[in-house]
């Protein structure tokens, strides 16, 4: 504004409400909320949120409120695990290779790809003349994808935790810094690699 510069009135992408401050979960099944003079706004847990606030153990630091989502964000005491080894963690394409000196085991990731390149083939085949129409269902596809994918990565790495756990291992990981510069063009690579090593 100083320098003449027209400006617009801020507003928020998308709307939400993040408080730590005058919260409480009754009988973990709602939450009461205080929206002032002595009111309270109050919204009942679905199941699965009041099995896992069951736990004695957990604390209530904050929650955030969406249109459509309601996060609660809380903290718990854990014992440390005193690591007695060490075991490696390799990501592939198609796979996960997790192990040490003694032990290895491989888990597949085969579905990831398949569900990327179903994904690549649905959009390619979009045919509609209006690039605002193909850009929101490609984006759909996407989140789509997205969503498939992190559910079998996040049980995958899930199972490898659990499992250094029971070995009372620490995990190790492997440096990937600089890694795009191995798949970029020019290298030789055909662009359909290329996109699946990058992805």
Not at 133 to 159: D, E, F, P
Not at 180 to 197: E, V
Request: proline share 2%; aromatic share 6%; with cysteine.
């Amino acid at each position: 504004m100083r320098r003449g510069v027209p400006t617009k009135n801020p507003y928020a992408v998308k709307q939400h409400l993040t408080s730590c401050y005058s919260f409480k979960l009754e009988g973990n099944s709602i939450l009461r909320v205080a929206t002032g003079n002595r009111g309270f706004l109050r919204m009942p847990l679905n199941r699965h949120t009041q099995e896992v606030l069951s736990d004695p153990a957990l604390r209530g630091r904050s929650f955030t409120l969406t249109a459509s989502v309601l996060s609660i964000c809380f903290s718990k005491e854990v014992q440390e695990v005193e690591c007695t080894g060490t075991a490696g963690v390799d990501r592939n394409l198609w796979n996960i290779t997790y192990g040490n000196g003694s032990t290895i085991k491989q888990y597949d990731l085969t579905n990831c790809v398949k569900i990327t390149e179903m994904t690549k083939e649905v959009i390619a085949s979009f045919k509609r003349n209006d690039i605002r129409i193909r850009r929101k269902i490609a984006s759909k596809y996407g989140r789509r994808r997205r969503n498939r994918v992190n559910h079998i990565l996040h049980s995958t790495t899930k199972s490898i935790v659990e499992e250094a756990v029971k070995n009372k291992e620490a995990i190790v990981l492997e440096d990937i810094a600089g890694i795009r510069r191995l798949f970029i063009k020019g290298n030789g690579q055909g662009r359909r690699y290329r996109g699946l090593m990058n992805s």
